[in-house]
């Protein structure tokens, strides 16, 4: 069977404050590095994805998908794919930051989706495997169930990218690859090599929960944010900390209230704690 090349880890200008490439100019640059797709991972926001879909400059053969890389309030982010005919309440939840990753699980595998983390060795307080909150080893692989982990990421080092297939061969998952790419000159950089079927969300969904295991891989980018300012990093990620945990404070009462209409919606059972 035929493979391409999608990148499955996409920021937008219209979807992430900290993106700086429109989502069309990603995909024209995607297609002309003859990339078959991309799924759009926007921060906490699936804005990127919707300027698309409602766009008349849709390019023919190029497949978008719709995703979200979600901050939750103690492990950092995770990437996230829902079936095509998911509630709308559900996409309303997954824009407000700061769940707990055992409300996001319950949530997205409730809904028939698929998760797992980005960049797990990457910076603490926003990768799964690094944070400050990791106190129990591989033991807690028989507590949380991942769909994928991603394996490569072109602004991540080689050794975190390393770590991160032995991570996910542990879990016994496959992996997802990306460019996390937030201008031009990062785009294509990581891909996973997917089937030239995949058409939506549902295919990619069927395909990972198969249990297919892609090739994943691509060439790093060099001149991330942490790569220009070294040690002074470590600073800049815990302000990003606490600037998303007191966002995740502050949005408790939308977050509670559009949780139990996500779980209405669903038809399954409501808790709040």
Known sequence: MKHVKFDLHCHTAEGSLDGKISIFDYAKILKDKGYGGMLVTDHDSYDGYRAYRDSDKKLDDFVVLRGIEYDTMEFGHFIIVLPVNTPNEVYRLLEVKGLTLSKLIYIVHSAGGTIGPAHPYGSPFLS?????????????????????????????????????????????????????????????????????IIKNEDDFIRYYKRGNHPKVGGERYGMTTKDKIGKANRILVTSFYFYNKLGAVLNLPKRAKRFKEACSALGIKHYWR
Request: aromatic fraction near 18%; glycine fraction near 8%; hydrophobic fraction near 35%.
């Open 128 to 196: 799964f495997a690094a944070t400050m909150y990791w106190k129990f080893g591989y033991q807690i692989f028989h507590m949380i169930h991942f769909d994928y982990v991603e394996g490569y990421n072109a602004c991540e080092s080689e050794d975190s990218n390393k770590r991160a297939r032995v991570f996910a061969k542990r879990c016994k998952v496959p992996c997802i690859g990306g460019s996390d790419a937030h201008n031009d000159r990062c785009v294509g950089l990581g891909y996973a090599k997917l089937p030239y």
